[in-house]
């Protein structure tokens, strides 16, 4: 082994560790990739920039805007819609007709995008048929990646095959020299699916199974019932006159307003800024523990010795500004305190940005650079805040300054836990009350003895005085949700939700999405879209509690609730699919006829040699565009940017493992273990490497990881190379062991309520009957070539 290889395999191994681990984004370890085989002169900056020029990069995206015009012009959806119709009621026909619908229908288009199609209208077969969606939602993905395998367009991965063979100097592969191998895979897997699945998909519990999507049993689904109450407010309470933000009935104890209730008149979905009055009755969606254990805080009693602790935290704690730098990771992002303390080890008490001082409700603010912090830290965190890059310009304020500009003395006071309080053992972390008014626990007087800056999971004690960062009017606030009548049951929540102006919609994540990755409070659905997320299915549990505090998972399936009217917003946005749509979106199919044209006309120059596909593709999305089945915008979009990114930056690792040897060596490992039990062992042997190695990394880096081993192979074999690239294009697209082999996979994760055992339990045995078909026919229409 030489230097080169053993680099080139250290890079290998160490992307291999990054698509694992899933700790860096899978497009960026593709240019971190590309970035260091330049930095280490294997492979030139021509030739690390080659892969945005690479044919077969070029057909992807192009294909791409094909698929998303023939959606767009409502091809496919007539076409499954039609299809789907013929289905019946048994589900093994049901299984069969929507697998091969999504089969035909991904050997022209994106894969992805026909799971994405497919997938409410399937869901809306369930409902009708009253089959659960978790026996069609699986079928629907394999189907749509068995379908991928039957031409050279239908999935990325057989056009990089066919490109490899090319850039190679061998004969590549043509549109439909797919279509007898992978035509076979999808019947017999569909066959298998229809036969087998009965035994391996998810088993319902009887009661269960009757459910339609309906809205009442979506409520049931997620758990609505048992947690919906009701609460009055009482005459001459504190809460009087306060709006319903003010109240932090929503921000406080996680509870969402579903209605309000006064003299006859129900309003619902009320607005942050409604004023309450005596006698509103509120309709409430959440946790009643959780709002019964917030309540205990209004125990807390005002004391007046907050000059005499402030006295004795003097010298043993700083108050300091810090200016956020650029680069910091706090740009953009909501401060949360309990995670700034974690981190860096300091209070946050203000924020100034140029003459305007903040103090109140700083979990609320993004912080943008130069912004300025006012910081309570002991002198040795000051140091390591002198020395951050994260920060700049650490200095110590004086008295003047704090109550000249921060006014720092008005928002500082002490309180009290009362002997044989409820609140001993409690927690300032866990009652969440210092992001619900920003209180910050800056001492505590405990037995004679005062800790400064205490951790916020500090569990406290009867007697303990608390030194406190805050208002003490929020403390009445708290003392008005303690008087709040609460009713465990009403007669006008079942109204509620019946009423046809208040519905429930369930949606998930677009594959192409933006918003996979960011946490749900950064979203905030009350505000973009005046809906209120009730609670979230993922992995095949309802969570209901905290969701602010969740990131936002492709998969995922999100329950909302909201006005129709403001329901039917969300269902225009493409950054969602809506799975229980409030009203059917009529398809304008004026356009079909001109974009299926289109396509068959790319289709035709590729069969007959006119065009190479990456030329033709390219000029049919431009035809697309021109002739306005899809907008440039919405071109734009359509194109699965991770992807192209991901193979161009992956692509000089393949020339890396050529040029290098790399490749020759894992070849002749290869060799050494299966040559000696003949060349078909060697290609079976590559075949379930790559089925493998679909669990962990994805498919299109997995392709050209595997092209320059498979081409060192056949050559050290002597057989053409054709043979073995097939086996390797069927192993690559076949990804079913694994919610995140695939986007089609990952989709139908929430919706299908399915969890990684269950990918595990129908994958593994149909991707060894996927195997068997491949091997058993690649020596009839492959057969293995001798190379002089």
Known sequence: MTFEIGLVLTILIASLVLFVSERIRMDLVALIVMSALVLTQLVTPEEAVAGFANPAVIAVWAMFILSDGLTRAGIANAIGRAVLQLAGRRESRMIVVIMLTAGVLSAFMNNIGVAALMLPV???????????????????????????????????????????????????????????????????????????????????????????????????QYGLHSRTFEMSVPENSILVGKTLSQSRIGTAAGLIVTALEHRGRTELMPSPQTILQSGHKLIVQGRLDRFREFQRWSELVIEREAP????????????????????????????????????????????????????????????????????????????????????????EVNEKELSDTYRLQERIFVVRVPRESKLAGDTLTRSRLGDAFDFRLLALFREGELSI????????????????????????????????????????????????????????????????????????????????????????????????????????????????????????????????PITQKPVNTARAPLAGGIMLTVVVSVMTGWLPIHIAAVIGATLMILTQCLSMEEAYRAIDWRAIFLIAGMLPLGTAMHQTGAAEFLAQQTMQLLGPLGPWWVIGGLYLVTAAGT????????????????????????????????????????????????????????????????????????????FLIVMLLLPIFWPLTVVP
């Open 695 to 770: 669990m962990i990394i994805p498919t299109a880096a997995l392709v050209v990881l595997m092209s320059p081993i498979v081409l060192s192979a056949s050559a050290d074999l002597g057989v053409a190379p054709q043979t073995a690239m097939m086996a390797v294009a069927m192993a690559a697209s076949a990804s079913f062991t694994s919610p995140i082999s695939h986007p089609a996979n990952t989709l139908i994760m929430g919706p299908g309520g399915y969890r990684f055992s269950d990918y595990l339990k129908l994958g593994i045995p149909l991707t060894v009957v996927v």
């Open 308 to 395: 005499v602790l402030q006295g004795l935290m003097a010298g043993k704690v700083k108050l300091v500004e810090v200016v956020v730098e650029e680069g910091s990771p706090l740009v953009a992002e909501p401060l949360h305190h309990s995670e700034f303390r974690k981190t860096y080890g300091a209070n946050v008490l203000a924020i100034r940005r140029g003459e305007l001082v903040r103090r109140v409700n700083l979990a609320h603010v993004p912080l943008r650079p130069n912004d300025t912090l006012l910081l309570q830290a002991s002198p040795e965190i000051v140091e390591e805040l002198e020395r951050s890059a994260e920060f700049s310009d650490c200095h």
């Open 453 to 580: 800056m205490p951790e916020p999971d500090q569990a406290l004690r009867s007697g303990d005085l608390l030194l406190i960062q805050g208002r003490e009017e929020d403390l009445d606030v708290l003392r008005g949700l303690q008087e709040l009548k609460v009713e465990r049951s009403s007669s006008m929540n079942l109204h509620v939700f019946e009423s046809d102006r208040l519905s429930l919609l369930e949606a998930t994540l677009d594959p192409r999405s933006s918003l996979a990755g960011r946490p749900l409070s950064d979203i905030n659905f009350r505000d973009r879209y005046g809906l209120e997320l009730v609670a979230v299915w993922r992995k095949g549990e309802a969570i209901r509690s905290d969701l602010d505090q969740l990131v936002l998972q492709f998969g995922d399936a999100l329950l909302l609730l909201g006005p129709r009217d403001k329901l039917g917003v969300l269902e225009l946005d493409p950054e969602f699919l809506i799975l229980t």
């Open 122 to 220: 399937v869901i809306e077969i369930a409902r009708r048929t009253r089959i659960p969606a978790s026996r069609l939602l699986m079928p629907l993905a394999y189907g749509c990646l068995l379908g991928g395998l039957t031409t050279m367009i239908g999935t990325p991965p057989n056009l990089l095959i066919s490109g490899a063979l090319d850039l190679a100097g061998e004969s590549p592969f043509g549109l439909f020299d797919f279509t007898p191998i992978g035509g076979a895979a999808l019947l017999g897997g569909t066959l298998f699916m229809a036969v087998a699945a009965r035994y391996f998909l998810p088993r319902i519990k009887p009661e269960e199974a009757t459910q339609r999507r309906s809205q009442r049993n979506l409520r049931t």
